[in-house]
């Protein structure tokens, strides 16, 4: 998708606006070649402008850093984007721009972010599995090497088969999940954790016969 064109690319600073708001945006997830951005809806937004800009600072760019030539993605809505155009051990800014009907900037985001080489894993979990009134409740320990720890994610096999996702979770003091409508045959649940550069740890398998 080819750029929005907010305003005159020829001209050198972005369109004025008496007072944008300021715009959620942070970041999920990076590697070595990635970086996942995420943002937020701003009111009356019909568009939105993801900005990079390499800044080795503790303080964001200021607005007229976001013109065409660091505009990395466009989209309609609130959403994420995976920038995979980075160099490991480069520090950057990703910006935000929410835009009006007319190309106002309604509001304005910053976030630092920087490509990594951290390779290690987290640690894996120990699981443990209760059965109760026709549930599975699986329930675990954060990992003690939990550092930069992102999320957990829960997958479920059934006689042997696939394994399918069937659980996330964002919120790292949330270590249980209830599997409500487990279905039968020897199942195996597994319990991964992940951080935020995308390493995952081993899987912590337990098996359960259901009838």
Request: hydrophobic fraction near 35%; charge should be negative.
């Given at each position: 998708m080819a750029p929005i064109e907010a305003y005159d690319p020829d001209d050198e600073q972005p369109p004025a606006v008496s007072d944008p708001s300021s715009a959620w945006?942070?970041?999920?997830?990076?590697?070595?070649?990635?970086?996942?951005?995420v943002w937020s809806a701003t009111d009356d937004a019909v568009s939105?402008?993801?900005?990079?800009?390499?800044?080795?600072?503790?303080?964001?760019?200021?607005?007229?850093?976001?013109?065409?030539?660091?505009?990395?993605?466009?989209s309609d809505d609130k959403g994420v984007f995976i920038d995979e155009g980075v160099t490991a051990g480069t520090i950057y800014w990703h910006g935000?721009?929410?835009?009006?009907?007319?190309?106002?900037?309604?509001?304005?985001?910053?976030?630092?972010t920087a490509a990594v080489t951290d390779e290690q894993p987290p640690e894996p979990v120990d699981v443990s599995l209760e059965q109760a009134d026709g549930s599975v409740l699986l329930t675990w320990q954060v990992p003690a090497e939990n550092y930069q720890l992102h999320s957990y994610q829960i997958r479920r096999s059934i006689n042997g088969g696939e394994a399918e996702v069937v659980g996330q979770t964002w919120?790292?003091?949330?270590?249980?999940f209830l599997d409500d409508e487990p279905p039968t045959g020897v199942v195996t649940y597994s319990v991964i954790s992940y951080d935020?550069?995308?390493?995952?740890?081993e899987p912590t398998e337990v098996t359960v016969e259901l009838s």
């Amino acid at each position: 998708m080819a750029p929005i064109e907010a305003y005159d690319p020829d001209d050198e600073q972005p369109p004025a606006v008496s007072d944008p708001s300021s715009a959620w945006i942070s970041r999920r997830w990076m590697s070595e070649s990635s970086i996942e951005v995420v943002w937020s809806a701003t009111d009356d937004a019909v568009s939105y402008e993801v900005h990079r800009v390499v800044r080795i600072s503790d303080s964001p760019p200021d607005a007229s850093a976001m013109t065409a030539d660091t505009v990395v993605h466009t989209s309609d809505d609130k959403g994420v984007f995976i920038d995979e155009g980075v160099t490991a051990g480069t520090i950057y800014w990703h910006g935000i721009r929410g835009l009006g009907n007319d190309g106002t900037v309604l509001s304005v985001g910053w976030h630092p972010t920087a490509a990594v080489t951290d390779e290690q894993p987290p640690e894996p979990v120990d699981v443990s599995l209760e059965q109760a009134d026709g549930s599975v409740l699986l329930t675990w320990q954060v990992p003690a090497e939990n550092y930069q720890l992102h999320s957990y994610q829960i997958r479920r096999s059934i006689n042997g088969g696939e394994a399918e996702v069937v659980g996330q979770t964002w919120q790292l003091d949330q270590t249980s999940f209830l599997d409500d409508e487990p279905p039968t045959g020897v199942v195996t649940y597994s319990v991964i954790s992940y951080d935020f550069h995308w390493n995952l740890s081993e899987p912590t398998e337990v098996t359960v016969e259901l009838s």
